[in-house]
């Protein structure tokens, strides 16, 4: 299993960028790298997906250096609303079933005034 | 479109009861999955389904039991309800093949279960 490891929790002010680390040592040749969000009382939400290099959307970046070891979250100027916790998953290794369906504990972020 | 639908959103059981959490997406995907997520902590895989008809274990099966009743609809069923299985319990679907590397998962909403 392609294992993860995340800060517990971190602590931001509006308008800051936060970068989340995760890292992933064991990860297979074929895994992708997918972080999620989840908002208290709901269920988990899809940010950003990728393999490597780096990937931009209208939410957040995803940088991965070239040996995939790690992966770094990136939330450019966030709000209040950013408050929530993320996840990162890392997989799937061509023999797993469900590797990749994995969530760790996640990293929970507070955003304040 | 609602996306993926869960029933009920709370419910609370005595030990021994049985019951179905009910699941339903509209989005036509092909896979299914049920979680537990407990206080603090990250979710649990407990089933699921790569294609009507079929369903798999996942990390945390004992004490479930599902059924795939059609491409829509994925149910999970506490056949006698514990202390243990409280928690709060989300449906996902995904338009991908299970462990394609490409799958992103969409969640409902969750249904929380207390177990008395």
């Known amino acids: 299993l392609a294992k993860t490891t995340q800060p517990i929790s971190m602590d931001s002010y509006e308008g800051q960028e936060v970068n989340i680390t995760c890292s992933h040592n064991?990860?297979?040749?074929?895994?992708?790298i997918t972080w999620y969000q989840q908002f208290p009382s709901q269920g988990p939400r899809f940010i950003i997906q990728g393999y490597k290099t780096k990937v931009t959307n209208e939410v957040a970046s995803l940088f991965i250096p070239a040996d995939r070891k790690s992966s770094t979250l990136s939330l450019p100027r966030v709000s209040l609303s950013d408050t929530a916790v993320y996840y990162c998953l890392v997989g799937p290794a061509l023999s797993g079933g469900y590797n990749k369906l994995i969530f760790g504990a996640g990293t929970r972020l507070a955003v304040h005034p | 479109n609602a996306g993926v639908t869960q029933t009920p959103k709370f419910q609370v059981l005595k030990t021994g009861q049985s019951m179905t959490l009910q699941c339903a997406q509209d989005m036509n995907h092909n896979s299914m999955y049920w979680y537990r997520q407990d206080p603090g902590m990250g979710l649990r895989l407990i089933y699921y389904?790569?294609?009507?008809?079929?369903?798999d274990k996942g990390e945390v099966p004992n004490g479930y039991n599902v059924s795939r009743l059609n491409k829509r609809e994925f149910s999970l069923r506490l056949e006698s309800a514990a202390p243990s299985q409280t928690s709060v319990y989300f449906c996902?679907?995904?338009?991908?093949?299970?462990?394609?590397?490409?799958?992103?998962?969409?969640f409902g909403s969750g249904t929380q279960l207390s177990v008395l």
């Open positions: 996902a679907s995904s338009m991908y093949n299970v462990g394609d590397p490409n799958e992103k998962l969409f």
């Open positions: 389904s790569a294609s009507e008809g079929t369903t």
């Open positions: 064991n990860i297979a040749t074929n895994d992708y």
